[in-house]
Structure formats: C-alpha cells, structure tokens
C-alpha cells in the first residue's frame, strides 16, 4: 500500500504542476486552471461577477484566514484538557438582551419540512422541489453545495446551473429511452414549488479551480456571491426571498462575518439591506454554547437556526476526542435519546422564539427499505422522531427522501410555532457524556459507512444510499472520528475486546468481503468486465477509508479543499491522502 500511495503522490505532484502551469488569468486578478474553464464556466463567469468576487475575497479572505487559526488554537486548548463553555455576559454583550430579528417574509411563515440532497444532481434537485408519488410537497428545499455533495469542478457548475435554472421554474432533466423503457422528461412545476433555499459551503473549505491573487477563494463565499448575483432579482421579480443555509459555524465572531459577507453582496448588487435571508447550522459543540450570540450577529437576516444533529455528533467527538472520560458510545445510541442532545435542541428553539426565528429540527436518514416491513418499519421511526420534534418546539424538519415527507409533515399540525417557549433552565448542561457501550457492531457499521462513502466519493458522489439510510459527509465523519477515538482511547469494547489498529484493519478486511459478495450477488448475470470494475473500485475506497481511520493525527475534516478540475481519480486520491493537515 506505502509503494502505491508514493506513486499516487508523485502522479498528482507532476499532475498540479502542470495544471497550474495553464491557468488562465481572467480579470481582476482572477485566475481558473485551464480544464475549469469550460464553455459553460466562461457563460456563467461574466466580468461584473469576477470583479465582485475579487473584491469579497481581497476584503473579507485575510479576516477568514484568522477565524480558522482561531479554530485551530481552541481545538489545541480542549485537546490539553479545556472544555468548552458558555460566554460571561461581558462578552455576550447585548446578545442576552431584548432584541428581534428583522420580520420574516412572508414566504418564509411555514417551514414544517424541508428536504435536501447535491444541489448538482438535476433530476434529484426536480425531484426535491415536486411533489413525491403520493402527492406530498415539502414546504421548503435545501439545494447542497456542502455534505450531500463531492466539490468536484463539474459538480459545482452543475449546481450552479440547477440554481439558476429552479430559481426561473425551467429546469428540465431528460432521461434516455433504455431497452423497453421510454424517454422520459422531468420537469419543474413554477406554480407548485417548494421554498427554494441554497447551502453552501463551510468557513473551512477553499475552491482551488477559483484563485484571486494566486489564494483559492472561499467556497462558500464564492456559492454565495455567484447564486445572489445569477438568481437574487429573479426570485425578487416573483416575490420570493433569497434564501441560504450556512453550515459548520463555530464562533459568534464567524457569524459575523457571514452577515459582512450578506452586506457586501447586498451592496454590490444594489439590492436592500436585509434581502438575504439564511439560517445558521448548529451543528459544532462550540456553536451550541453561542446560539444566542450567533444569532444576534446575522439578525438582520436571520432566518433561524437549523439543529444539525449528524454534524453535531461528530464535533462532539473531534472537540472532545482526548478527553478519556468522554468517549461515546456507538453512534447508532446518540440520537436525541441523550440529555445532552435533548437540552441542546430545546436551548436552540428558546434562543430562536425568543427572538422572533424559527427553530429547525434535525434530518430523517432513511431511504426506504427494499421489503414493506422494513418502510413501513421506517416510517413508523421518522414519525415518532418527528412527533418528538414538533413537540418540544419545532418549527420544521429535515427529510433526506420524498417518500417521507408526508410522515414527517403529519407531525407538525400549525404553520409554525414561534409562540412556544421551552421551559428549560436558562443555561442548559449541553456537555456530552460518556453513556451506553461501544460495541463491536458499532465498530463494524462504522468501517461499512466508510467504505461505502469513499466509494462514492472516488466517484464524484458526496452521498451514498447504503444499508437502508442516507450516508453523506457528516456520517462519514462521525464514523471516522469515533473509530479514531476508540484508537486513540484504547476503548474496551463490551465483548471485551480492545479496539486497536490491528482490530480495525482486521475489520476492514472482514467487511471489505462482505461487501465484495454483497455486490457480486446484487450484480448477477452482469458483464464479468463491469463485476470486476466495481470490485476495484470497493478495494480503492476500503484502502482510502482505513488510511484515513487510522492515521496517527486525526484531521479536522475530511477535506479542506475542492478537486483540481482535471485530475484524474488516483491523482484526487492521492491529493485526499496527502493533504491530512486541513
């Protein structure tokens, strides 16, 4: 393996070299590497837009830059022993006061469920914002440039272009005829369509195809900017708000931040203070102490806050991953069954409702089962969560498939319910606890997540349906970081067995066979060519994932950056691997 990983990083060094080699200087001080600049790119990239994205990053990249050190030095002081904590109220400041977010629009009153997937699958974006085979609609859509999505190059143009074409009520998906089925067109319905929202990218993540002065621009800024610019007037023109999700905030200081950005933009583009609409993801352990604070900063656009439970599984374990009395437990027991999670989300509807914003619940992973018993099974699991949900406060909700909207919208019977207040004490135990046992099937489901998302992540997927749920980065990242965790703590599972790396590889070994014979079964009677394509293409993403599990320092996210437009797929591989210290 150590021989192949050296002459993967040779190819993609000889590979990056060249590639920049032929970048291509626009204007402005922009730069885009040869391969990205596709007919498509030059359509969409006008010169107002690139002058605009050099000015956002010139003002706003250098004070980006020191948000993320300032990540860095927190994670090293919980690493030696800090927890982390509510702010005094000398620095809440006037976040703890009586204040109101800006009125929401009206477009923006019912939220009660809200569905998501990659913003550049165009059928399933179709799909997302028509109504499902019984008729259900979600009130809102979430079109994902972040965990449901691979940032590859061609990805992200598609995205944009599903924007664009949503936002106008044209998009169109034309699926060929196949043996003896026909044709057939999906199109959009403009005048029964859901809230169309935008998530982009995190603080943390760059897009290396787009450079200004030689530095690859933010992700999400560039998302932002280039959606706002491309579809802002146009959903004015018919009433509707501009609307976003902003994922992986982690400080107040990184809200704000945001909201500049929501000024800059508006500013740039002369449309009012105030358009911008976005709810903020909290979804890291340190955002869960600052919601008020975090909200108080974008107020002004403030739409609400999202509990983003799957991202916050995971910030759990990285934040508190040396920490050896706070190991958790299989990730299949955390759910909001735990105190912790519960006082989060209620801290997070009594932060939102008392200042006039909605308060978003967490996501429904399921894809429906293969046999009744299992839907039916599944449904009966999204209801009660979702019962739960509107219980406590909820405005809405997340599904991750169309064949559960309606279970999960019978749950929520009021437009909303920004008249409830939790009763919970004002600042709530939000710190996770070492409770339940860790097991050895917890240990195996999480190496098959792994392996089944790198899989699609080799192949330009950033989620995967697998073993009956909807697997996309942020479960990724929880397998991979409570596997590490374990490691690291030298965990015993409840067997009775010590969770080492000689385990694990044995486990990956183990479960890379299964799943080889899984897929021979599925795949009999095919092309022994394309069996044998598709077992490579497992043994890659099980050698990729147990590189990544294992590694002695544990990175921060699986990735910081986007793919090189160009690189072919042992090259992006490669460059994963390599670039560990994110």
């Not at 990540?71 to 109220?89: C, H, I, M, N, T």
């Not at 299949?332 to 509807?349: E, G, H, T």
């Amino acid at each position: 393996m150590t021989t192949i990983f050296n002459e993967l990083i040779s190819l993609r060094s000889g590979q990056v070299a060249s590639e920049l080699s032929s970048t291509v200087g626009l204007r402005s001080g922009v730069s885009i590497p040869a391969p990205a600049l596709t007919s498509e790119a030059k359509e969409l990239f006008t010169d107002d837009l690139l002058d605009l994205l050099a000015k956002l990053h010139r003002e706003l990249n250098p004070l980006r830059v020191e948000l993320l050190e300032s990540r860095k030095v927190r994670q090293e002081a919980f690493d030696s022993g800090d927890l982390p904590g509510y702010l005094s109220a000398t620095e809440a400041g006037p976040a703890r006061g009586e204040w109101r977010v800006a009125p929401l629009p009206r477009d923006l009153m019912r939220r009660r469920v809200e569905i998501t997937g990659p913003v550049g699958d165009t059928k399933m974006v179709i799909n997302m914002l028509s109504r499902s085979s019984t008729g259900d609609r979600a009130d809102a859509a979430m079109l994902d440039f972040e965990d449901s999505q691979k940032p590859s190059w061609e990805n992200v143009l598609a995205g944009f272009s599903n924007v664009i074409g949503a936002a106008k009520g044209t998009l169109e998906f034309v699926k060929p005829a196949s043996g003896s089925a026909p044709e057939k067109v999906y199109r959009l319905d403009p005048d029964d369509m859901p809230l169309l929202m935008v998530r982009v990218r995190g603080l943390h993540l760059d897009e290396v195809n787009v450079r200004v002065d030689d530095e690859p621009i933010s992700g999400g800024l560039f998302e932002l900017a280039t959606c706002v610019y491309h579809t802002a007037r146009t959903l004015l023109d018919q009433g509707k708000t501009p609307k976003f999700y902003i994922p992986k905030c982690e400080h107040y200081l990184e809200a704000r931040w945001w909201n500049t950005l929501f000024e800059r933009v508006q500013e740039a583009l002369n449309i009012p203070s105030g358009t911008i609409k976005a709810t903020f993801l909290v979804e890291t352990l340190p955002a869960a102490f600052q919601m008020e604070e975090i909200l108080y900063e974008f107020r002004d656009h403030a739409a609400g806050l999202n509990g983003g439970r799957w991202d916050k599984i995971f910030s759990d374990i990285k934040v508190l991953k040396s920490h050896s009395d706070r190991v958790m437990a299989d990730r299949a027991s955390i759910s909001m069954n735990r105190s912790w999670m519960k006082n989060y989300v209620l801290q997070l509807i009594k932060v939102c409702h008392r200042h006039g914003a909605f308060g978003m619940g967490g996501m429904a992973a399921f894809t429906p089962g293969r046999t009744p018993e299992l839907r039916e099974a599944q449904t009966r699991k999204v209801l009660d969560d979702k019962q739960f949900e509107a219980s406590i406060g909820h405005d809405g909700c997340w599904v991750s498939h169309p064949y559960f909207i309606g279970p999960a919208m019978s749950a929520f019977k009021k437009e909303n319910q920004l008249d409830v207040i939790p009763d919970i004490e004002e600042f709530p135990d939000l710190m996770p606890r070492s409770e339940g046992t860790c097991t050895l099937d917890g240990l195996r489901t999480n190496v098959r997540v792994g392996i089944a998302y790198m899989k699609g992540w080799n192949q330009d997927i950033g989620c995967v349906a697998w073993d009956d749920l909807m697997e996309d980065l942020a479960t990724l990242e929880i397998s991979r970081a409570q596997t590490w965790q374990w490691i690291a703590n030298e965990i015993v599972l409840d067997c009775g067995t010590s969770v080492n790396r000689d385990l694990v590889k044995k486990i990956f070994e183990e479960e890379t066979f299964k799943i080889i014979n899984e897929r021979r079964v599925d795949m009999k009677g095919a092309v022994p060519a394309v069996v044998e394509a598709e077992i490579t293409l497992i043994q890659k993403a099980a050698a990729d994932a147990s590189f990544i599990f294992m590694e002695e320092e544990f990175r921060q996210f699986l990735t910081c950056k986007s793919d090189l437009a160009g690189e072919d797929v042992d090259a992006k591989r490669a460059h994963l691997r390599h670039t560990a210290g994110c």
